[in-house]
């Protein structure tokens, strides 16, 4: 009997960038999540089935077996811990680069001396925490969801840590990148247990995901 597998993808840059991949593999989702309001969606393949998830949320769903594998970016799995999941490939897909970004015109240098505090708003708490830690400064953190930009311009916070890609949203915004904390991409993640019990079904799929990375980067 073949074995029902499910994968779980985010909407948005994760699911089109991911698409080509499941492609590849010989995976064709049913329908478009952009457009449909289903959560779970079929493929051409009646055991494989595609959940829709919020990004923060994959690791989630794969580390208790309620998705076999999936695909996070850094961003989400270094904030998420890894506990249970096996992380086999690095897509190198939806990449961007997690930093630190202030109002024009804010003395950053002055500001971050060890031992000096500073008030940093940001969706990635343990990674800002981790980041300002290393360099011996005290953080007063405030958590938000979204629209970490709008932080300094108000008076919210001194710095945000958020993750910039082309670079518009903070020029946009009179913001500047003062520190790169790390190079963020998507990348597989497996639930341990489900990768021995399903190895005949999903190792094929990692090992077409990983050709398929290693030409694209080529
Ligand atoms: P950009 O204007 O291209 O630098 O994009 C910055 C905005 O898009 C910020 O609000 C980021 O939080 C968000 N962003 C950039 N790259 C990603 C990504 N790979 N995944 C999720 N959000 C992203």
Redesign the pocket.
């Known amino acids: 009997m073949t074995k029902q597998l499910t994968i779980a993808l985010s909407k948005g840059?994760i699911f089109e960038e991911t698409l080509p991949l499941l492609s590849a593999a010989g995976i064709e989702a049913a329908e478009n999540p952009e457009e449909s309001r289903k959560l779970i969606i079929g493929t051409n393949h009646d055991n494989i089935r595609l959940v829709i998830v919020r990004?923060t949320d994959v690791p989630t769903y794969v580390q208790y077996g309620a998705a076999d594998f999936g695909i996070a970016?850094k961003?989400v799995l270094i904030e998420h811990g890894g506990d249970g999941l096996y992380q086999p490939l690095d897509l190198k897909i939806?990449?961007?680069r997690m930093m630190v970004a202030v109002r024009k015109g804010f003395d950053y240098a002055a500001a971050v001396k060890p031992g000096s505090r500073l008030r940093v708003a940001s969706k990635y708490p343990n990674i800002a925490a981790e980041h300002f830690a290393s360099k011996g400064v005290h953080i007063d953190l405030i958590k938000l969801y979204g629209s970490?930009?709008l932080a300094p311009l108000v008076g919210l916070s001194d710095a945000i840590v958020?993750?910039?890609?082309?670079?518009?949203?903070?020029k946009a915004n009179n913001l500047e990148a003062v520190e790169h904390i790390a190079d963020?991409s998507s990348r597989l993640v497996v639930n341990k247990a489900a990768l021995k019990l399903k190895y005949d079904t999903i190792q094929p799929i990692i090992d077409v995901f990983a050709e398929a990375t290693a030409q694209s980067a080529s």
């Open positions: 840059r990004a970016g961003d939806a990449k961007c970490m930009e958020d993750l910039v890609s082309t670079g518009n949203t903070l963020i």
